[in-house]
């Protein structure tokens, strides 16, 4: 069974760091390409990074770019998201997604694309 699992979530004040992990089991991750998603209260969800499945190609939101690093470490299986400078905008649930992708095609943020979700962690930025 293809499995998910996002950790890494909490409560931070503005300014503030966290670093997300996305843990996939039931399956390795060298043949897929990730990505993060994010559903703030009220808003659709959105892609924030996406990386490609060898690692070479990523993609960031305007919202994000400069203060977010997306990282795979296949050994590990496992895909991280470190977010820095958090603001009360970045309030969310964070989803990690796999899409089954050639080592070449370049990473995509389009939810449609992917196959695998997890299940979530929240982040809350507020003073």
């Known amino acids: 069974q293809y499995q998910l699992v996002e950790s890494g979530g909490g409560s931070v004040q503005p300014g503030g760091s966290l670093r997300l992990s996305c843990v996939a089991s039931g399956f390795t991750l060298d043949y897929f390409a990730i990505g993060w998603f994010r559903q703030a209260p009220g808003k659709e969800r959105e892609g924030v990074s996406c990386?490609?499945?060898?690692?070479?190609?990523?993609n960031y939101a305007d919202a994000v770019k400069g203060r977010v690093t997306i990282s795979r470490d296949n050994a590990k299986n496992t895909v991280y998201l470190q977010m820095n400078s958090l603001n009360v905008e970045d309030t969310a649930i964070y989803y990690c997604?796999?899409?089954?992708?050639?080592?070449?095609?370049?990473?995509?943020?389009?939810?449609?694309?992917?196959?695998?979700w997890g299940r979530g962690t929240q982040v809350t930025v507020s003073s």
């Open positions: 990386i490609s499945t060898n690692g070479r190609s990523i």
């Open positions: 997604a796999a899409r089954l992708a050639p080592p070449s095609v370049r990473a995509v943020c389009e939810m449609s694309k992917y196959d695998y």
